[in-house]
């Protein structure tokens, strides 16, 4: 059983932590004619999900009489505005003037240049872990820490993750397809290949990032001027029928028409059926076949290819 005091002391601690670095966060605050309530209200009424009064003080737990004399404040400052409900005669609706449009426009650019300045030091591996932390952190929180995780994608590859994807590869093509370490192999040989001739004038990784972690890849290979190869499609089964591979595929073809290649040809195995489905889907026909002892059995190799001009 876990130590809840342990726990406990760890949240305090991270709480306190955390406290200085919402601090600095917030410091062009601090020369802002605005008090922080204030601020955080016309946030609110911004997002236009509380209409009323009354549903904005049940929003963010505000009593209504403070609500009632910092709507007042807002008003007298030019930065906000209230109607009669067109469904309720008892009640008015809240919205932002101009002013108070450009003032929140202010204030969100600031705190974006506060959030660059924190991330800044960090490389981008680091930067995509502290925002999953935090993602991780809101979804617990909020009681919805078993929904799916926020998904990024990125067109860069970092140092570990051509490890990583060997890894990825490696493994799961020998839990779900039974290949040997034949296959593991021919993965080492091919992203070696690719790293020591790339070029993004001609080549393109596209990665899907959760969790810090990639869940995710698909590549386009140069071969030619006009012939390309797409490669290493691959999205991790406890992400599979989120739409991940689809938008992988989506970005890889899109590269291929910016660098105008004509064709774009892949090679599997008749045992990949979902990838098979969803190239096919995508416009790949199927132009070569041929029976093969690969990768420790006995398979069909499949080329597909697509015209994209």
């Known amino acids: 059983m876990p130590d809840l005091n342990n726990i406990a002391d760890t949240v305090s601690e991270f709480h306190t932590f955390y406290e200085n670095v919402a601090a600095a966060l917030n ?62 005669a008892r009640s008015f ?40 932390a935090m993602t991780a952190i809101r979804q617990l929180l909020k009681g919805d820490g078993n929904t799916a995780p926020e998904v990024s994608f990125r067109q860069q590859l970092l140092p570990g993750d051509a490890g990583y994807l060997i890894y990825l590869h490696g493994e799961l093509y020998a839990r779900e397809a039974g290949y040997n370490l034949e296959f593991e192999a021919h993965v080492c040989k091919t992203f070696a290949e690719f790293l020591s001739s790339y070029s993004p004038a001609k080549d393109r990784i596209c990665l899907a990032v959760a969790n810090g972690k990639i869940v995710g890849s698909i590549a386009i290979v140069g071969a030619t001027r006009q012939l ?7 999205v ?35 045992t990949q059926e979902q990838a098979i489905a969803l190239f096919k889907q995508a416009g790949f026909r199927k132009t070569g076949e041929k029976l093969m002892q690969m990768w420790g059995q006995q398979q069909y190799e499949q080329r597909y290819d697509m015209d994209l001009v």
């Open 27 to 88: 410091a062009h605050r601090s020369n802002h004619v605005l008090s922080a309530a204030e601020i955080r209200i016309l946030s609110e009424i911004s997002s236009k999900q509380h209409p009323n009064a009354g549903q904005l003080a049940v929003a963010t737990n505000t009593d209504p009489g403070y609500l009632t004399r910092i709507i007042r404040s807002l008003e007298k400052q030019g930065l906000a505005s209230r109607a009669p409900s067109r469904t309720d």
């Open 93 to 132: 609706s809240l919205q932002l003037t101009e002013q108070g449009k450009n003032t929140l426009i202010d204030l969100e650019m600031a705190s974006r240049d506060n959030v660059l300045q924190l991330l800044q030091p960090l490389n981008v591996r680091q930067q995509e872990q502290l925002a999953a």
């Open 228 to 234: 390309a190869q797409l490669r290493w499609f691959l």
């Open 236 to 270: 991790h089964p406890d992400y599979r029928g989120l739409g991940i591979g689809r938008q992988l595929l989506r970005d890889a073809l899109a590269f291929c028409r910016d660098r105008q290649y004509r064709t774009v040809y892949l090679m599997t195995t008749s």
